[in-house]
């Protein structure tokens, strides 16, 4: 079973996605996480930004892994081609980088097949802009999660300040969402739109808790067998 959980940066769809994921006993793909990698590889091999060519040479050819605690299915760390990048996909730098490498349709297409092999390998919780609408249209349960710019940002310095990584200026991670905002519901291919038959769930004034319980109360009614 796949539950999709779309929706803009600093909805809080990582805590949420986890947090089901644990409840409901399936496992968690981050695929923005992915899109970050890339955007390190391409950063770090001198791929320049706006070559959607090489940007999905570099996305087909590299290996992106997921590294779990053993008896853990919520991944702990993101690695791509060998370095170790958990921390560092979560910087300013990257924030910028990844709008282009994943408007590229050339990446999107390598990430997009990639993301359904592993999606349907088992039961997951899949996080990110266009689950319900490109990878899994067919997803027995799809969430759009909002919050306002103003609660995301909140959210998000408070959520590098945890980290150690990203900016603390809530002006500049302000400025940032509404960017990039604008730049995933702007572009071309795969725009962030909520699916027809999303869910949408607004968080700004709503406790995490209570999202969780919602999804997770809906994915078992939704679940093939009874009883899970
Ligand atoms: O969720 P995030 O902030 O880690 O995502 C990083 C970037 O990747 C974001 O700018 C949008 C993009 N993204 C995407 O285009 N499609 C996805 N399925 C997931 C993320």
Known sequence: MIVAIDGPSGAGKSSVAKACAKTLGFSCLDTGAMYRSIAWLALERGV?????????????????????????????????????????????????????????????????????????????????RDIGTVVFPDAELKVFLTASPEERAHRRVRQNADRGVGSIDYDEVLSDIVRRDGYDSNRAESPLRPAEDA??????????????????????????????
Do not use: N, W
């Not at 282009?100 to 039961?123: F, I, K, N, T, W």
């Not at 607004?202 to 809906?218: G, N």
């Open 48 to 128: 320049p930004l706006d070559d959607g060519a090489a940007l999905g040479q570099l996305a087909r050819s590299c290996d992106i892994r997921f590294g779990h605690v053993e008896g853990d299915p919520i991944p702990k760390t993101v690695s791509i081609d060998g370095a170790d990048v958990t921390s560092a996909i979560r910087t300013a730098r990257i924030d910028k980088a990844v709008s282009p490498v994943s408007a590229a349709p050339e990446v999107r297409e390598a990430m997009v097949e990639l993301q359904r092999a592993v999606g349907r390998s088992g039961d997951y919780v899949v996080e990110g």
């Open 199 to 228: 869910l949408s769930i607004d968080s700004t004034d709503r406790y995490i808790e209570d999202i969780i319980a919602e999804i997770c109360a809906l994915a078992r009614s939704r679940m093939p067998q009874a009883g899970r």
